[in-house]
């Protein structure tokens, strides 16, 4: 019997690497096919596409100082317009907040400045602060829109 | 040394660790086991739909939350800081070679998904801080083409959302699965009973004089933020080049090359044996000069 051995071995050998790859190609693809399923499962689950945030404010209320809400700032622009702007930052996302002088709107995270109207001073920022839609409720007062 | 073989592969730290009969991969291990207890215990009142309110409550409002929670965060710190010791010990000393690629894939991976605990545990907190670290890891992950919108919903969900993707991931994810993989590696299920019961006895000794602070909610944080302290090198390097480069630097750069030495041939000789040097050495580079841009940063610009 144990002259048998060395004849088989090579064979044997062949067939468990076969085996080998064949179930680490199935485990693969089986994995592949569950991370698509999760995948599918994730993009289909419903998000919140916008939100509205209630200032509490009737529009005479609203002056040239910013108004700092947890999604956005709110002042009067210089034509007299109710302005609201997204405080997420272009860059990467960080909440901006307004310097104490109210002339600025600073990103803790990485720097960048924008001016009252949104537009980048200092980088890394490049694209201004986005506008967000103002409507007033039934109360008389403020609503603004933040849209994903 | 074969895969079989009970004695550890050792590098000069776990060398110069010999008196105290403990190796670097045995510390992690039972800072791992402090940390998951730890964190049963944190879970009992934790909430990921109100994840500031329960971390205060965690900090102030419980009887000996501070203290849990405190255990919990330096452990987590204990086991990535040994996890990343024992790495740069195997790739300096070069005994990756004595590893199966298995093996070695599997420290990576343990690397990996330690990492993903200590930063969804940051998350958790929900504070000011943590929601920005929150937004800009969604930014780094949406680079991916084609599927990065649904890693990032995946992993953390909604930026300014409950927290459960988060919370669940930190549970199983990046605490259950390494343990698994852990055992895998090491061939043991946990540390051992005196090396786990020195290791909680020093956490809860240091516990009781440092306890990280109450967060403060999103609206009132102050100064620059800057997430955990092993990021701070990644934020500083977001001032100055786009986030892809760094999901890529950190993804190819740090986790590819490390795990592609785990396939270096072990023929004496052999043609890899260049490239082994490059990877080898850049990789230990990359780290040291990540390190020194993480302390240069940090004095630099400091929190104001």
Redesign the interface.
Known sequence: MAHDEPTDAPESGWRRETIARLALGGGLLFAGGWAYL??RL??S?P??ASRAIRTGLRPGAIGRAIR?F??AFLFRGRGREVVALDR?CT?????VRASSGGDQLLC????SRFDRQGKPLRG?ATRPLRRLRTSVDSRGEVVIHVED | MSRTDPAPIVGPLDRWLRPTGVTLGQVAFAALAVTVISGIVLGLVYDPSEPLASTEAIQGGVAYGFLVRAAHNLGGQLFVVALLLHTVDHVFSRSYRELSPGDWWRLVLVAVLGMGAMFSGFLLRGDGEARAAQTIAISAVRVVPGVGEDLSRMFFGDADGPLHAVYLHHLVTFSLVPWLVAIAHARRVWAGFVITAVVAAAITAVALVYHPGPALPPGMARGALWGPWYFIGAQELLHHVPVAWVTVAGVVGAVGLLGALGHVPREPGHRWRIPEAVVQRGWLLGLAVYLVVCLAAYVARGTA
């Open positions: 999760a995948l994730v993009r689950a998000r919140q700092t947890p999604m997420r860059h990467l996302g960080c909440r803790p995270c990485h720097g890394p």
